[in-house]
């Protein structure tokens, strides 16, 4: 029996990229892929630089590059509709033609609606990963992968989180793992249970930080290596292992909220950039378009334009 994997996904460039390499490395295996995107929408209440930074993690793909690459199929860009001038990753529109029979997707409201768990059980569903859904999973959810079975006697609700647990939980941990001069970050994939990021953990994997780049370039950079724990997690649960795991210290427990005007000022005297645009706008250029092409060389035009016009220095 197939296993079937659930990804419950955020609208953000790191976890659409983590996400995609993710479904690359299982291309072999006997999974069928669920992806559940859901979306963060903006606050406008929010400091400058919060706000610009939305723009440039969450919008500038959502709604500037996956809508022209997806458009370009319509017409004169239609090879890369056909795949001919795709790069590593696809949208998820994209996804969702590669292989129909494997990967299905479906936008989410909700992942605590009684009909988001009737979809679940329907697919056979019995492993799920949050990537930075940015939604509380409630009870009902938790129980459901607590007790599901399929292809495994195993199932299991796991987060995969961007920051060192339990000394990062919360938001905004590179930038503060940044700001309290880490030499490295990561990724941890833990049990999801009814607190913010304090479930059980089952790996971490850690990279250099490199300090001269901004957050959100060090975030895109590592996202291979959250893909890898997600990789890991999925075998051993097709191989019949139960997925080990252990408690959080409680005295290392540190948990962060959203910064504050104050807190992102002292981000940024000691001379940490949240964002920079150009090397966000290459990497999704590099990652969704074939290099050289004319989709790359179409696609880097509208996003300059989109950051241009957003009034965000490139």
């Not at 995107?37 to 606050?43: D, G, S």
């Not at 292809?151 to 990062?168: D, E, F």
Request: one cysteine or more.
């Amino acid at each position: 029996m197939t296993l079937q994997v659930a990804f419950f996904v955020g609208s953000d460039v790191t976890s659409h990229l983590a996400v995609n390499a993710a479904v690359r490395s299982l291309a072999a295996e006997d999974a069928g892929i669920h992806l559940f995107y859901t979306a963060q929408k903006p606050n406008p209440e929010a400091p400058r630089d919060r706000r610009e930074m939305f723009f440039i993690e969450h919008q500038l793909m959502n709604d500037v590059l996956y809508p022209h690459l997806d458009a370009a199929g319509t017409g004169a860009g239609a090879e890369y509709a056909a795949g001919a001038e795709y790069g590593p990753y696809r949208t998820p529109d994209a996804l969702a033609r590669m292989d129909p029979n494997r990967i299905t997707v479906q936008r989410l409201d909700s992942v605590n609606s009684p009909e988001t768990i009737q979809e679940l059980q329907r697919r056979g569903i019995t492993l799920g990963f949050s990537v930075r859904c940015y939604q509380k999973f409630g009870a009902d959810i938790i129980r459901y992968f607590a007790t599901a079975t399929g292809h495994s006697a195993h199932s299991a609700l796991l987060n995969l989180h961007p920051g060192v647990l339990p000394a990062y939980r919360g938001v905004l941990t590179y930038a503060r793992a940044m700001a309290n001069s880490e030499a490295h970050a990561g990724f941890t994939l833990h049990h999801i249970n009814a607190d913010w990021d304090a479930g059980d953990v089952l790996s971490c994997a850690t990279q250099p930080l490199d300090h001269d780049r901004s957050v959100l370039e060090n975030m895109i950079r590592h996202h291979r290596a959250g893909a890898a724990l997600i990789h890991e997690a999925v075998v051993q649960t097709l191989e019949g292992e139960r997925l080990l795991s252990v408690p959080q210290p409680a005295d290392e427990a540190r948990y962060y909220t959203h910064a504050t005007p104050e807190e992102l000022t002292a981000i940024k005297d000691k001379g940490i950039r949240l964002f920079r645009a150009e090397p966000v706008i290459e990497a999704l250029v590099r990652a969704f378009c074939a290099d050289g092409g004319s989709t790359a060389r179409g696609a880097r035009k509208v996003l300059r334009d989109a950051v241009a016009g957003a009034g965000i220095p490139s």
